[in-house]
């Protein structure tokens, strides 16, 4: 029977190297950049959720069997397993579930002003319906759990249907 | 007994974890697969099948990567299939080598978990943006640590833990790191190193955070009757379970992970676990940054709510406490090549419970552990029990 | 103790060149509901074991897409999983789960939302090997083009019967109301279509199709529970074969003789060509489905082009191929092209195939390949009959 201990393996297998061996050109490298490219069919209820954005206004779906309210809308309710029976308009004030702030962008690299980002719980959806969405107009230390904010939108000329139809919520 | 076959590991492998390896990712493939089948004392004639497990393809840059990989993984010419839950695939990985062997199909499965994180340009961290929901998420620039700390900072709200307590699992992983020969960030830190390190997205920053990497690792899986002739120690998979949460995370409280709760007590049913914190002598839940560790104890039942970080702070979660957490050094210190540091820490659980740990090694003959890994949007748990 | 797996219940949206009034969450969602319905009314949030979702992040354009499934196939906080690969084996996968006689009822799931990806090609280009491949910059097709010289080489197969098999599964899919690309052409239609990746021209290449496919399987005691109709899993089979094309046998489809293989022999299929009433297979570019008849044992080696030629794979010849008209005929569904393959091929086994029925089908072979430029490809054989 053969067992080798881990306990003994003197080698594991592996050969580091380093960025810069890598940007000076010590390692052999082959690049690409993949073409990729999507236009994602919105389907029946974001594509009003859309349209709504871009007249000001945030809807959601509701489920007559466990009576939620729900955002961003959806077709079917995921609880109950079956199609959403309506629309409803919530309100575009909320309260902060949670929130961070982001002192690095997408790519890791440092940013100068920090974005304060949270998850904002819509007044008129169910409980802890949150969107995610950035704050501003406070100092971030001045954030806190459950303070009311309201949305600030763009002006109706510059609103194209999308989630940055509201640039971002403040201190309600 | 659970399964048509009960289900044995039989053997390990690990290649280092490191920012950059030169190897690709079916050389790292090899690699650990070499390894696993050579302390099995196996060939690849007795692998009848192979279960691979890879996160997103956006950092080996290839579409369909799995196909890529089929050889490395040693399976030319085998039934190969790759399963993908974003960061619990390495534990789920091996959860799906189980099922190959308990159906009765095959009597050998060989599992191989890999990820090439470095080949994504300027740095991987851009490959996550494209996580998130094109039209809730993406349009606000979000990356991934961002939703880390919305949830790390719920953590702590609801519970009134502070970061000091929180910093003590990344100081404890990180020393416990220095004794795996693979680890890429073993270190000797101080809670304040973790509080002065740099804020990356309060109140997440640099110390509270595992490195990206690339890595592979391999086990190898045999049926009772085979596994019996290849090894007098073989650890049995006695319990495995999975579970996903809502894709609308926005939505959830995220305070306490259902998610891996509901994947831990699959797995404890079929393993016939009543009392977690009695019955389990030794765990590897999944750490990306520290506060996961104390999140996800929670959610393995394996202390209250809101409990873990007391546990932490009394030492019961070292080496020599009364419950080990991450012996390992976990992600934080071996490293994070997504689904290969997941399939890492059953690959330690194996090792603790055959005593083969070295320095790592967790005393007290522990006989059952449980390794978990999480993943997606604050959405997966996918959870190992294994027993001696 | 071991107990039989079935397939008790399927859902189908149908496919459609272009889907643009639905979401693919809402395409899934009406899968799923259809399925469970067709299950016997299961409730997935109760009824359920586990669930497979088969899909790979490419194709969709989202990274880890498994995040985006549970919801609407019932499964938020349930057992759910993804396998990076197509439909096919995420049934191989289901069958094993009921196999370990830990899971009665597993729901596979696999959807193409093509009409979505606006760079196709350039995603198919995406999956060669970075070193040796890529780097050659030509359309990725040339795998195809490449294997169909040697196949027509080895086996003496023309070109003209490579047509035939355009023309008679784009006929078929004429009487069939879930595929998307029926139609009337002719042998010099085909032979005539511009030229390609030589020697295939564009006829010859199936065009993509969205829709969405959920199928529900069980062990036997459930499957009787929720289903007069139940469509045995004899056998199914996976296999890959080299990732490096350069050491590949090119003529012939080694991934789907070794799956045929498997999946015979756990069926208890001595004699394929007798055994076997119909097939559902992978005919994504024409010559394909004659290669794999061949790898699958249905005819012998070089005779699949005669064959075709003679009619004998019409609907009403001895050994019906793709009556349901095909991927050629389907369209091409990415990843839940297997599972429309299983799908065709159970609807005959129930004698809910319509007007492309097949009389006396007992027991038909699903086969697929996942296409340029892997070498996998799974086979179930499904019956009637449990053993």
Same mark, same amino acid.
């Given at each position: 029977?053969?067992?080798?201990?881990?306990?003994?393996?003197?080698?594991?297998?592996?050969?580091?190297?380093?960025?810069?061996?890598?940007?000076?050109?010590?390692?052999?490298?082959?690049?690409?950049?993949?073409?990729?490219?999507?236009?994602?069919?919105?389907?029946?209820?974001?594509?009003?959720?859309?349209?709504?954005?871009?007249?000001?206004?945030?809807?959601?779906?509701?489920?007559?069997?466990?009576?939620?309210?729900?955002?961003?809308?959806?077709?079917?309710?995921?609880?109950?397993?079956?199609?959403?029976?309506?629309?409803?308009?919530?309100?575009?004030?909320?309260?902060?579930?949670?929130?961070?702030?982001?002192?690095?962008?997408?790519?890791?690299?440092?940013?100068?002003?920090?974005?304060?980002?949270?998850?904002?719980?819509?007044?008129?959806?169910?409980?802890?319906?949150?969107?995610?969405?950035?704050?501003?107009?406070?100092?971030?230390?001045? $954030?806190?759990?459950?303070?009311?904010?309201?949305? $600030?939108?763009?002006?109706?000329?510059?609103?194209?249907?999308?989630?940055?139809?509201?640039?971002?919520?403040?201190?309600? | 007994?659970?399964?048509?076959?009960?289900?044995?590991?039989?053997?390990?492998?690990?290649?280092?974890?490191?920012?950059?390896?030169?190897?690709?990712?079916?050389?790292?493939?090899?690699?650990?697969?070499?390894?696993?089948?050579?302390?099995?004392?196996?060939?690849?004639?007795?692998?009848?099948?192979?279960?691979?497990?890879?996160?997103?393809?956006?950092?080996?840059?290839?579409?369909?990567?799995?196909?890529?990989?089929?050889?490395?993984?040693?399976?030319?010419?085998?039934?190969?299939?790759?399963?993908?839950?974003?960061?619990? %695939?390495?534990?789920?990985?091996?959860?799906?080598?189980?099922?190959?062997?308990?159906?009765?199909?095959?009597?050998?499965?060989?599992?191989?978990?890999?990820?090439?994180?470095?080949?994504?340009?300027?740095?991987?961290?851009?490959?996550?943006?494209?996580?998130?929901?094109?039209?809730?998420?993406?349009?606000?620039?979000? %990356?991934?640590?961002?939703?880390?700390?919305?949830?790390?900072?719920?953590?702590?709200?609801?519970?009134?833990?502070?970061?000091?307590?929180?910093?003590?699992?990344?100081?404890?992983?990180?020393?416990?790191?220095?004794?795996?020969?693979? *680890?890429?960030?073993?270190?000797?830190?101080?809670?304040?190193?973790?509080?002065?390190?740099?804020?990356?997205?309060?109140?997440?920053?640099?110390?509270?955070?595992?490195?990206?990497?690339?890595?592979?690792?391999?086990?190898?899986?045999?049926?009772?009757?085979?596994?019996?002739?290849?090894?007098?120690?073989?650890?049995?998979?006695?319990?495995?379970?999975?579970?996903?949460?809502?894709?609308?995370?926005?939505?959830?409280?995220?305070?306490?992970?259902?998610?891996?709760?509901?994947?831990?007590?699959?797995?404890?049913?079929?393993?016939?676990?009543?009392?977690?914190?009695?019955?389990?002598?030794?765990?590897?839940?999944?750490?990306?940054?520290?506060?996961?560790?104390?999140?996800?104890?929670?959610?393995?039942?394996?202390?209250?709510?809101?409990?873990?970080?007391?546990?932490?702070?009394?030492?019961?979660?070292?080496?020599?406490?009364?419950?080990?957490?991450?012996?390992?050094?976990?992600?934080?210190?071996?490293?994070?090549?997504?689904?290969?540091?997941?399939?890492?820490?059953?690959?330690?659980?194996?090792?603790?419970?055959?005593?083969?740990?070295?320095?790592?090694?967790?005393?007290?003959?522990?006989?059952?552990?449980?390794?978990?890994?999480?993943?997606?949007?604050?959405?997966?748990?996918?959870?190992?029990?294994?027993?001696? | 103790?071991?107990?039989?797996?079935?397939?008790?219940?399927?859902?189908?949206?149908?496919?459609?060149?272009?889907?643009?009034?639905?979401?693919?969450?809402?395409?899934?969602?009406?899968?799923?509901?259809?399925?469970?319905?067709?299950?016997?009314?299961?409730?997935?949030?109760?009824?359920?074991?586990?669930?497979?979702?088969?899909?790979?992040?490419?194709?969709?354009?989202?990274?880890?897409?498994?995040?985006?499934?549970?919801?609407?196939?019932?499964?938020?906080?349930?057992?759910?999983?993804? $396998?990076?690969?197509?439909?096919?084996?995420?049934?191989?996968?289901?069958?094993?789960?009921?196999?370990?006689?830990?899971?009665?009822?597993?729901?596979?799931?696999?959807?193409?939302?093509?009409?979505?990806? %606006?760079?196709?090609?350039?995603?198919?280009?995406?999956?060669?090997?970075?070193?040796?491949?890529?780097?050659?910059?030509?359309?990725?097709?040339?795998?195809?083009?490449?294997?169909?010289?040697?196949?027509?080489?080895?086996?003496?197969?023309?070109?003209?019967?490579?047509?035939?098999?355009?023309?008679?599964?784009?006929?078929?899919?004429?009487?069939?109301?879930?595929?998307?690309?029926?139609?009337?052409?002719?042998?010099?239609?085909?032979?005539?279509?511009?030229?390609?990746?030589?020697?295939?021209?564009?006829?010859?290449?199936?065009?993509?199709?969205?829709?969405?496919?959920?199928?529900?399987?069980?062990?036997?005691?459930?499957?009787?529970?929720?289903?007069?109709?139940?469509?045995?899993?004899?056998?199914?089979?996976?296999?890959?074969? %080299?990732?490096?094309?350069?050491?590949?046998?090119?003529?012939?489809?080694?991934?789907?003789?070794? *799956?045929?293989?498997?999946?015979?022999?756990?069926?208890?299929?001595?004699?394929?060509?007798?055994?076997?009433?119909?097939?559902?297979?992978?005919?994504?570019?024409?010559?394909?489905?004659?290669?794999?008849?061949?790898?699958?044992?249905?005819?012998?080696?070089?005779?699949?082009?005669?064959?075709?030629?003679?009619?004998?794979?019409?609907?009403?010849?001895?050994?019906?191929?793709?009556?349901?008209?095909?991927?050629?005929?389907?369209?091409?569904?990415?990843?839940?092209?297997?599972?429309?393959?299983?799908?065709?091929?159970?609807?005959?086994?129930?004698?809910?195939?319509?007007?492309?029925?097949?009389?006396?089908?007992?027991?038909?072979?699903?086969?697929?390949?996942?296409?340029?430029?892997?070498?996998?490809?799974?086979?179930?054989?499904?019956?009637?009959?449990?053993?």
């Amino acid at each position: 029977m053969k067992n080798k201990m881990s306990a003994k393996i003197k080698e594991y297998p592996g050969e580091e190297v380093k960025s810069s061996d890598i940007k000076e050109g010590k390692v052999l490298t082959v690049r690409y950049r993949p073409n990729v490219k999507y236009m994602w069919s919105t389907g029946v209820a974001m594509s009003r959720f859309l349209k709504e954005l871009k007249n000001g206004k945030i809807i959601a779906t509701t489920c007559n069997k466990c009576g939620r309210i729900m955002v961003p809308p959806r077709m079917f309710c995921e609880q109950c397993f079956k199609p959403t029976d309506g629309w409803t308009y919530v309100k575009d004030t909320g309260t902060v579930n949670t929130y961070s702030v982001s002192f690095i962008a997408g790519d890791a690299s440092r940013i100068k002003e920090p974005i304060i980002v949270a998850v904002i719980d819509l007044d008129g959806a169910s409980k802890g319906m949150g969107i995610l969405h950035t704050m501003s107009e406070i100092d971030w230390k001045k $954030v806190k759990f459950g303070m009311k904010v309201k949305a $600030v939108w763009k002006p109706e000329k510059e609103r194209t249907g999308a989630i940055t139809d509201i640039k971002y919520f403040k201190p309600a | 007994m659970f399964g048509k076959k009960r289900v044995a590991v039989v053997g390990a492998g690990l290649t280092l974890f490191r920012r950059n390896l030169k190897e690709t990712g079916r050389e790292m493939c090899y690699e650990a697969a070499k390894m696993a089948l050579d302390s099995a004392g196996l060939t690849l004639k007795d692998i009848q099948s192979v279960a691979y497990g890879s996160a997103p393809d956006a950092f080996d840059g290839i579409h369909m990567k799995g196909e890529n990989m089929t050889d490395g993984s040693g399976a030319w010419r085998k039934p190969f299939s790759r399963v993908y839950v974003g960061g619990g %695939t390495g534990v789920f990985t091996a959860d799906a080598g189980w099922w190959h062997v308990a159906s009765g199909l095959f009597d050998t499965c060989l599992v191989v978990a890999e990820e090439k994180m470095s080949s994504c340009y300027p740095h991987p961290a851009y490959a996550f943006t494209t996580i998130f929901d094109p039209i809730m998420d993406r349009p606000h620039g979000t %990356t991934l640590i961002w939703i880390f700390s919305l949830e790390m900072h719920r953590y702590m709200h609801v519970h009134g833990i502070k970061k000091e307590q929180i910093a003590l699992v990344s100081v404890k992983n990180k020393r416990n790191a220095l004794d795996h020969p693979c *680890a890429q960030l073993g270190a000797k830190i101080t809670v304040e190193d973790v509080l002065n390190s740099e804020i990356m997205c309060w109140p997440v920053q640099r110390l509270d955070i595992s490195p990206t990497s690339d890595g592979a690792a391999a086990i190898v899986l045999a049926s009772e009757d085979v596994a019996k002739k290849i090894t007098d120690n073989p650890v049995w998979i006695d319990g495995v379970g999975w579970c996903i949460d809502s894709t609308y995370w926005t939505n959830r409280d995220l305070y306490y992970p259902d998610y891996v709760e509901c994947a831990a007590r699959m797995a404890y049913k079929m393993a016939g676990i009543k009392n977690p914190p009695k019955e389990i002598d030794v765990a590897e839940p999944y750490d990306p940054f520290d506060y996961k560790e104390l999140h996800h104890m929670e959610g393995l039942l394996l202390c209250k709510k809101g409990e873990a970080p007391k546990l932490t702070q009394e030492g019961v979660t070292q080496r020599d406490g009364d419950l080990p957490i991450n012996p390992s050094g976990g992600l934080l210190g071996v490293g994070n090549p997504i689904a290969a540091a997941g399939l890492m820490k059953v690959c330690e659980i194996f090792w603790q419970l055959r005593g083969e740990a070295g320095k790592r090694q967790v005393p007290g003959d522990p006989r059952t552990g449980v390794a978990q890994a999480w993943g997606d949007l604050m959405q997966y748990g996918s959870v190992i029990v294994m027993r001696r | 103790m071991s107990e039989e797996v079935a397939i008790a219940g399927i859902g189908c949206t149908g496919f459609k060149s272009i889907t643009p009034d639905v979401s693919y969450k809402e395409l899934m969602f009406e899968a799923a509901t259809r399925a469970y319905q067709d299950a016997g009314g299961i409730n997935p949030r109760k009824d359920v074991d586990a669930f497979v979702t088969c899909a790979e992040d490419y194709w969709e354009g989202h990274s880890i897409f498994d995040e985006f499934v549970p919801d609407q196939i019932g499964a938020a906080l349930r057992h759910l999983f993804t $396998v990076s690969s197509d439909g096919m084996i995420g049934l191989a996968t289901a069958y094993m789960l009921i196999k370990t006689g830990e899971f009665s009822t597993v729901v596979v799931e696999a959807h193409s939302k093509a009409s979505d990806v %606006t760079t196709f090609t350039d995603i198919v280009n995406f999956a060669l090997d970075p070193i040796f491949n890529r780097p050659l910059g030509a359309h990725p097709h040339y795998f195809a083009g490449l294997e169909m010289t040697r196949f027509l080489h080895e086996t003496g197969s023309t070109r003209e019967q490579c047509a035939q098999v355009v023309v008679k599964n784009r006929k078929n899919a004429l009487c069939n109301p879930y595929a998307a690309h029926g139609a009337q052409i002719t042998l010099e239609d085909v032979l005539q279509s511009e030229p390609y990746f030589y020697p295939l021209n564009r006829l010859d290449i199936s065009p993509v199709a969205d829709g969405g496919i959920v199928m529900v399987l069980a062990s036997e005691n459930a499957a009787k529970k929720l289903t007069d109709k139940p469509v045995w899993v004899r056998g199914i089979g996976w296999n890959s074969d %080299t990732s490096w094309p350069e050491s590949r046998e090119w003529g012939r489809a080694v991934y789907a003789e070794l *799956a045929a293989e498997m999946a015979y022999k756990t069926a208890g299929i001595r004699n394929p060509q007798k055994e076997v009433d119909f097939a559902e297979i992978d005919d994504s570019f024409s010559y394909k489905e004659l290669q794999h008849l061949e790898a699958l044992k249905l005819c012998r080696k070089g005779e699949a082009g005669k064959l075709t030629e003679e009619g004998e794979t019409e609907i009403d010849g001895d050994l019906p191929v793709n009556a349901s008209g095909g991927l050629l005929g389907m369209g091409y569904a990415i990843e839940a092209s297997g599972l429309h393959r299983v799908l065709e091929t159970a609807l005959q086994l129930r004698g809910e195939a319509g007007k492309h029925q097949i009389c006396n089908a007992k027991t038909g072979v699903a086969q697929i390949w996942r296409g340029v430029p892997t070498a996998t490809g799974a086979v179930a054989v499904l019956s009637t009959e449990v053993k």
